[in-house]
């Protein structure tokens, strides 16, 4: 039996989605009363496609749905996390020969980005971490409260295609998951930051953010990742991984979602020399609050 290897979109900055449904839904449903520690030798390394009944390959899912893709492999040396204590995380990403990849384009300033975010979307974290000899990455870890979470390495092994692959990762206790209410306004470290713009499935949509502060417009943000910021969004339910483009100078975005739905958007931006991090949740079709 043959299979065949999803297609990635790239486009140039960075979207992650969480498709529609329950935000807490993945590994599993309702409230959690305690997230419990697994073994590190689970196997998550099946491959974004399957077959039907018909044996016809289906294609063409967004990323980050699996840890292994076109012969390529996301393994880390644990998938067990302590909540409130720094960690020292590593992963490898493993080609078609079974060794490590050491060789990786530079996307977005970076050879990889890794997104780490709990199942209901919250403790959402955006990293990037070294690169050692022998094809081992290396990034410094915390996540504050127990929980599943997902991780995902973007990255764009030389001579091949941008590849997303994800893992589960877990953080033993208990927690209860939070469903973050539909806005389009977010408030962070005294900037104020809005987003427009209507997300339609299918099509591409764009959106823009407007971030103030003391009523004032900022107009001197920071480049981030080789533009003025980076959006990265969560689809309620499979913490699938799309991408956007910047489309302007400014914070302006091109997004395509595959579905209807609701979507967690964060943005990146940079201004004196910090980078902050607005949260949005967004339902496609419906546009910004009057």
Request: aromatic share 8%; hydrophobic share 40%.
């Amino acid at each position: 039996m043959s299979t065949t290897s999803a297609k990635l979109s790239a486009y140039g900055a960075a979207l992650v989605l969480v498709a529609g449904g329950a935000w807490a839904l993945g590994t599993a449903a309702g409230p959690f009363p305690q997230a419990e520690a697994h073994s590190d030798t689970h196997d998550d390394t099946h491959d974004d496609t399957h077959e039907d009944t018909h044996g016809e390959a289906v294609v063409d899912l967004p990323g980050g749905l699996a840890s292994a893709q076109d012969g390529y492999t996301l393994t880390p040396t644990t998938t067990t996390l302590t909540p409130g204590v720094a960690a020292r995380f590593t992963f490898r990403i493993t080609g078609p020969d079974g060794a490590p990849v050491t060789a990786f384009d530079v996307e977005h300033e970076k050879r990889l980005h890794f997104i780490v975010v709990r199942r209901d979307t919250a403790g959402y974290q955006h990293l990037h971490p070294d690169l050692g000899a022998d094809g081992t990455w290396t990034v410094p870890l915390t996540v504050a409260d127990a929980g599943s979470y997902r991780a995902f390495a973007d990255f764009t092994p030389s001579g091949a295609k941008p590849l997303t692959l994800g893992v589960d990762l877990v953080a033993p206790g208990v927690f209860q998951p939070v469903e973050p209410p539909e806005t389009r306004v977010a408030d962070v470290d005294g900037y104020h930051v809005r987003l427009d713009g209507d997300l339609v499935a299918g099509r591409a949509s764009r959106l823009t953010a407007t971030v103030t502060e003391d009523g004032r417009a900022v107009t001197d943000l920071q480049p981030y990742l080789g533009a003025a910021g980076h959006l990265v969004a969560l689809r309620g339910g499979d913490l699938a991984y799309l991408h956007v483009h910047p489309a302007g100078p400014g914070l302006t975005f091109v997004a395509e979602v595959p579905s209807a739905g609701t979507y967690r958007l964060f943005l990146d931006f940079r201004h004196g020399d910090v980078v902050r991090t607005a949260a949005f949740t967004v339902t496609t079709g419906t546009g910004a609050p009057r």
